[in-house]
């Protein structure tokens, strides 16, 4: 079965700096991966897919994220964290069932 | 039109009472999810609906009754909950029940209280 882990609970920059957050997939077969984020009290908002078209995605606010085969990861990154990237990230998975299977998510706060 | 709605956006509710949350999209979707969201954990999903159709049901409890009236609608049925149902219920759409590659869009929510 489709899993993501997301390594590391709660993020902190400082703002400017590099923003990593780590994603990690289990699947037996070629996966469809995304990354989401939430704000307080909203919905979810797709910021990026891999669909295995490129192993670089970009995506909305300045996102990018690089499938590796070699080491089952999805990682999240931005060169220059803004205080209003903070919010919660969920990496998902697409499971066998079309559903999305969510990680256990990753809180970013940005210092000034 | 890449929006999903959802009322009401908070709901307070006695654990006799029925309510029911709706959820709607204009983007010709033809799937569509439930999902229940505790706070500082990420979206269950409860139920999806696939061309109008119940394809998946997470074991969730008979208090939870949901509906797909036509491929924009999609209702959830609330009756006789428990304090611990309060929670954030998410509603997602996605394009087409049987590829992959569509993401899903998701609704901003109705926070419910069980009282």
């Known amino acids: 079965a489709q899993s993501v882990t997301q390594l590391g609970s709660h993020v902190s920059v400082s703002e400017g700096a590099l923003v990593l957050l780590r994603c990690n997939y289990s699947s037996s077969v070629p996966p469809y991966l995304f990354w989401y984020v939430q704000y307080p009290n909203q919905g979810l908002q797709l910021l990026l897919k891999?669909?295995?078209?490129?192993?670089l995605v970009k995506g909305i606010n300045g996102f990018e994220a690089e499938f590796k085969k070699s080491e089952t990861s999805f990682h999240l990154t931005k060169p220059s964290a803004h205080m209003s990237d903070a919010a919660e990230y969920f990496c998902?998975?697409?499971?066998?069932?079309?559903?999305?299977?969510f990680g256990a998510g990753t809180r970013l706060t940005v210092k000034p | 039109d890449t929006e999903v709605t959802q009322t009401p956006k908070h709901l307070v509710m006695g654990m006799t009472n029925k309510k029911s949350l709706k959820c709607e999209q204009h983007m010709g979707h033809r799937a569509m999810y439930w999902y229940k969201q505790k706070a500082k954990k990420p979206p269950e999903l409860m139920f999806v609906?696939?061309?109008?159709?119940?394809?998946i049901n997470e074991s969730v409890p008979s208090r939870f009754s949901p509906e797909c009236p036509n491929s924009s609608l999609l209702n959830l049925h609330l009756h006789a909950l428990q304090p611990e149902d309060s929670a954030l219920y998410l509603c997602?759409?996605?394009?087409?029940?049987?590829?992959?590659?569509?993401?899903?869009?998701f609704g901003p929510g109705t926070r419910l209280t069980v009282t």
């Open positions: 997602a759409s996605s394009q087409d029940p049987g590829m992959f590659i569509y993401e899903q869009y």
């Open positions: 998902a998975v697409k499971s066998n069932n079309n559903d999305m299977r």
């Open positions: 609906y696939s061309y109008e159709k119940l394809s």
């Open positions: 891999y669909t295995s078209a490129a192993t």
